[in-house]
């Protein structure tokens, strides 16, 4: 079958949804903040008006698929997310809940790093042969691309660069581990620490302001942030053998203030010539890639075959 899939990304800041053809073209598009709350129905209900919203404006029927990428972890098999930073659900029914808007439809669920990762390889630069997706958001995610198909793995987590350990004596984090990539490079991670060095109570949208205006301690709270992310990369390369490393989400949206001090870090970290040589930069889809990546696992899902 061919036509137009409905595209969801599920994160702990933002629900975006979007209707994308099989050329990677968007035909209609939403988005709303994700409910603070501690009850599942609120999330569940604005997720489910948001995309009701635009099965209504696209002919239902000609929406051939439903792909789902979702802060993790998630588990695909059963179709249920339990994502890190919206506690209201856990092991919560997501493809069930979001084949009631698009029923009869193949639907597909993965990571909303996975996702990114893929989208940023079908539509952005194919010249990697192994490419690692981050996302810096509320959380850190991440995905691999190899040989051109996303890398799963055997649960479906794979790639979750978030809880690489870069720091044995470091914080809890939120994953019930100790040390993690998030505990020092999320948004919120990077506000925390700003904020125990005194005077800083703004979010990290403010802090790269500050930063870009030459503000010594803002931008040290970028420099930890990065020097954590140049690990889970350096690491990761050491692994697998990364070509390219292209970082997205909210925190990407500092710009230099983070990117200079990660290239700098990768640099300092990387030893051997094969991890040196891995690019990192900065997404060039923004927050569209993990839409591009759903609806491409839904393309392939409803028999186009694997777009990328
Ligand atoms: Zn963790």
Not at 73 to 91: K, Q
Not at 106 to 121: F, H, I, K, N, R
Not at 164 to 181: E, K, Y
Not at 214 to 233: E, P, Y
Request: aromatic share 4%.
């Amino acid at each position: 079958m061919t036509g137009p899939v409905l595209a969801i990304d599920v994160g702990g800041t933002k629900l975006a949804a979007a209707v994308i053809d099989p050329d990677g073209e968007f035909l209609a598009r939403g988005a709303v903040s994700t409910p603070d709350s501690s009850d599942p129905d609120k999330v569940t209900g604005a997720l489910r008006e948001l995309a009701r919203g635009l099965v209504d404006r696209a002919p239902a029927r000609m929406l051939v698929g439903l792909g789902i990428g979702s802060a993790g972890p998630v588990d695909p098999a059963a179709g249920t997310v339990s994502p890190v930073n919206i506690p209201a659900w856990r092991d919560f029914p997501l493809v069930e809940t979001l084949r009631e808007v698009l029923p009869g439809r193949p639907a597909v669920l993965a990571g909303d790093g996975q996702c990114m990762a893929l989208g940023e390889y079908w539509r952005g630069d194919r010249s990697a042969g192994a490419m690692l997706g981050i996302v810096v958001s509320t959380g850190v995610g991440g995905g691999l691309v190899m040989g051109g198909r996303v890398h799963l793995g055997p649960t479906g987590n794979a790639g979750h660069i978030g809880h690489i350990v870069v720091d044995i004596h470091g914080d809890p984090c939120a994953c019930g581990g100790r040390g993690c990539v998030e505990t020092m490079a999320s948004g919120p991670a990077i506000a925390r620490w700003a904020a125990e060095q005194g005077r800083y109570t703004g979010d990290a949208r403010a802090l790269a302001k500050a930063a870009h205006r030459g503000d010594r301690m803002a931008q040290r709270a970028f420099d930890r942030a990065a020097v954590a992310l140049a690990a889970g990369i350096v690491s990761t390369a050491a692994l697998v053998d990364l070509d390219e490393v292209v970082v997205g989400g909210g925190v990407a949206g500092a710009g230099e203030a983070l990117f200079a001090p990660l290239r700098d870090a990768v640099e300092d970290l990387a030893g051997l010539g094969f991890i040196r040589r891995v690019r990192v930069r900065p997404s060039p889809l923004g927050a569209d890639a993990g839409l591009l990546g759903a609806a491409a696992l839904a393309l392939a899902a409803a028999g186009r075959g694997d777009p990328t």
